[in-house]
């Protein structure tokens, strides 16, 4: 398995990640599986990015690999690194950086345009009007693509679950 770094590096946005998957002792498969969550986690160094067995990523790469994927994208709604969803939610609050990033809804659309799969995750964001709107707003965006869209389930709220709190199974999306 193969992370792919970051070209920008370890700014204050990430706009994707990008996992190439290779199992030797499964037939070679093939696809792009692309996943669209909430926020990038803040990552310092290049051993931050080394999966563990825990945790979105390694829950990610086992949904691909199971899929038959041969690599994984991440991508998110805001491309502004952040610890967690109350410090993004002060960031906008408080205006003191883009938290979309000047090309986050680029960096989506060309990775789309590649993907075999699509999977909305991004959480609960009913609660918070700025969330909802930039996920009304890429959907948009993937829905413009022509290319189904799927999930790991749906929250209360209707939104599609995050990796972490979402089944094994890709349903269909909404």
């Known amino acids: 398995m193969n992370i792919t770094r970051c070209p920008e590096g370890f700014g204050p946005y990430r706009y994707r990640l990008t996992v190439e998957i290779s199992d030797p002792s499964r037939e070679p498969n093939a696809g792009h599986l692309a996943v669209v969550m909430l926020n990038p986690a803040t990552i310092h160094k290049d051993q931050d990015l080394v999966v563990k067995r825990q945790g979105t990523r390694a829950n990610l790469i086992r ?22 969803r109350k410090s993004l939610t002060r960031t906008i609050r408080e205006q003191r950086i883009d938290p979309v990033g000047p090309e986050n809804d680029a960096a989506i659309v060309e990775t789309i345009q590649g993907a075999d799969t699509i999977i909305v995750a991004w959480g609960k964001v009913a609660n918070n009007p700025a969330f909802a709107k930039r996920a009304a707003e890429v959907e948009q965006v993937l829905k413009a693509s022509g290319k189904p869209l799927h999930c790991l389930g749906k929250n209360s709220d209707g939104a599609p679950k995050h990796p972490a709190r979402g089944t094994n199974v890709i349903q269909s999306w909404p």
């Open 63 to 84: 949904l691909a690999q199971r899929h038959g994927y041969h690599t994984l994208t991440e991508l998110d709604l805001f491309a502004y690194r952040s610890p967690d």
